[in-house]
């Protein structure tokens, strides 16, 4: 089984940036894609960011070329790099790690406030 640990989160104003940590655990070889997705209370958890064990990415069109996620296997860590953000960023985001038999672990969220 997996266990993912995010953090990063905080206020801060619009235009500014902040990185997203996520540290994955457990059984690190059985990972195949891990990602952010993030949720605004009262909505849908929306998907943010994913790569792929291979390297392959993906974005949500709303943060493609604001967003960068990328990750260092020493570390076991995946890193979501958010630049110009915007009020409507805000949310709490959810690091999921996806196994190769398609079970999702999460983890328990981290709040990004961004003020106009």
């Known amino acids: 089984q997996v266990q993912v640990v995010e953090s990063g989160g905080g206020l801060v104003q619009a235009g500014g940036s902040l990185r997203l940590s996520c540290v994955a655990s457990g059984s690190i070889s059985s990972i195949n894609t891990v990602g952010w997705y993030r949720q605004i209370p009262g909505t849908q958890r929306e998907f943010v960011a994913g790569?792929?064990?291979?390297?392959?990415?993906n974005y949500a069109a709303s943060v493609k070329g604001r967003f960068s996620i990328s990750r260092d296997d020493a570390d076991n860590t995946v890193y979501l790099q958010m630049n110009s953000l915007q009020p409507e960023d805000t949310a709490v985001y959810y690091c999921?790690?996806?196994?190769?038999?398609?079970?999702?672990?999460w983890g328990q969220g981290t709040q990004v406030t961004v003020s106009s």
């Open positions: 790569i792929s064990r291979g390297g392959n990415t």
């Open positions: 999921y790690a996806d196994d190769r038999l398609g079970f999702s672990s």
